[in-house]
């Protein structure tokens, strides 16, 4: 059992920011499901875990209960709810990072999530169909993963998965056909919220994708509160005051690795000219990116 638990801790501290997503949400899980099972047990009422955990409906309740917005796409309660938002966060996460790093799935991730909690919480206070439900409470990590199969999906369009049954398909399509199913069950009496949350999601996940074509990275302030809230923990748990140095970092990480993806494109689409046309039919520029790139 010893030899388990320190395999499971190897491959969270070893895996990249996708596994440890994934480990986060299964930790959770059995965390809530082993406290249920002792309340159950030992007859202990009054206590309900989800409701210090979910995001609700009520604004003032959120205000109440702040970190919620956060916490609740941690969440699951029931087995095929956690079992297919992984497997869709899997699939969809490794082709998300073949293109981005894990910082910038991280941080999709939460803008995903509280952009699904956002227009889930203004939803159900101004549609009159929604307001006639009362106060709720919603949970999962759809809005979150829908935010990576979206930013996927509109980024790399052309992407092709091989499914059982249907063959190669576009991502796109997938995505596509994903985001009807939810736009078709806004009337779900079973669970409207959490089809708000998949198309708040999702719209994030798009905006994001389109936004980084065009040189913008949407996440960015994500990952500044996400280093900065790191590096407080790190302070903390050393016991050691943050050293001044005069060093001056001019790039976040965010930036130079999006700069690093835009180079590699270019020389990329050098290459692809010089394949076709010859070394003669580029330019000087282009010549002298491509020479300044093999010297790297």
């Given at each position: 059992?010893?030899?388990?638990?320190?395999?499971?801790?190897?491959?969270?501290?070893?895996?990249?920011?996708?596994i440890?997503?994934?480990?986060?949400?299964?930790?959770?899980f059995?965390?809530?499901?082993?406290?249920?099972?002792?309340?159950?047990?030992?007859?202990?009422?009054?206590?309900?875990?989800?409701?210090?955990?979910?995001?609700?409906?009520?604004?003032?309740?959120?205000?109440?209960?702040?970190?919620?917005?956060?916490?609740?796409?941690?969440?699951?309660?029931?087995?095929?709810?956690?079992?297919?938002?992984?497997?869709?966060?899997?699939?969809?996460?490794?082709?998300?990072?073949?293109?981005?790093?894990?910082?910038?799935?991280?941080?999709?991730?939460?803008?995903?999530?509280?952009?699904?909690?956002?227009?889930?919480?203004?939803?159900?206070?101004?549609?009159?169909?929604?307001?006639?439900?009362?106060?709720?409470?919603?949970?999962?990590?759809?809005?979150?993963?829908?935010?990576?199969?979206?930013?996927?999906?509109?980024?790399?369009?052309?992407?092709?998965l091989n499914?059982?049954?249907?063959?190669?398909?576009?991502?796109?399509?997938?995505?596509?056909?994903?985001?009807?199913?939810?736009?078709?069950?806004?009337?779900?009496?079973s669970?409207?919220?959490?089809?708000?949350?998949?198309?708040?999601?999702?719209?994030?996940?798009?905006?994001?994708?389109?936004?980084?074509?065009?040189?913008?990275?949407?996440?960015?302030?994500?990952?500044?509160?996400?280093?900065?809230?790191?590096?407080?923990?790190?302070?903390?748990?050393?016991?050691?005051?943050?050293?001044?140095?005069?060093?001056?970092?001019?790039?976040?990480?965010?930036?130079?690795?999006?700069?690093?993806?835009?180079?590699?494109?270019?020389?990329?689409?050098?290459?692809?000219?010089l394949?076709?046309?010859?070394?003669?039919?580029?330019?000087?520029?282009?010549?002298?990116?491509?020479?300044?790139?093999?010297?790297?």
């Amino acid at each position: 059992m010893a030899d388990f638990i320190d395999a499971i801790k190897h491959k969270y501290k070893t895996g990249d920011v996708l596994i440890k997503l994934i480990f986060i949400n299964i930790l959770v899980f059995l965390f809530i499901k082993i406290t249920g099972i002792f309340l159950t047990l030992f007859k202990i009422g009054g206590f309900d875990i989800l409701a210090y955990l979910a995001v609700p409906s009520d604004p003032l309740e959120c205000v109440k209960h702040f970190w919620t917005p956060i916490t609740y796409m941690f969440v699951h309660e029931g087995f095929l709810h956690i079992l297919f938002n992984l497997l869709w966060l899997y699939w969809f996460g490794r082709i998300f990072m073949q293109y981005f790093t894990g910082r910038t799935l991280g941080s999709l991730y939460i803008l995903g999530g509280l952009s699904g909690a956002l227009l889930y919480i203004v939803a159900f206070n101004t549609i009159p169909y929604y307001i006639d439900m009362g106060n709720n409470w919603m949970i999962g990590a759809s809005a979150s993963v829908m935010a990576i199969v979206m930013a996927a999906a509109f980024y790399r369009p052309d992407f092709r998965l091989n499914l059982f049954l249907l063959g190669r398909i576009k991502i796109i399509y997938i995505a596509l056909f994903a985001f009807a199913l939810d736009f078709l069950s806004l009337d779900s009496v079973s669970n409207p919220g959490g089809h708000i949350a998949h198309i708040g999601g999702a719209v994030s996940g798009y905006i994001f994708a389109v936004q980084y074509k065009k040189g913008k990275d949407i996440t960015l302030w994500v990952s500044k509160i996400i280093d900065k809230l790191a590096n407080l923990f790190k302070r903390k748990k050393s016991g050691k005051k943050k050293m001044k140095v005069s060093h001056r970092r001019f790039e976040s990480d965010s930036d130079y690795n999006y700069r690093k993806h835009k180079e590699q494109e270019e020389i990329d689409a050098i290459l692809d000219k010089l394949k076709k046309s010859g070394y003669n039919r580029l330019t000087e520029e282009e010549k002298r990116k491509l020479f300044n790139a093999g010297k790297k």
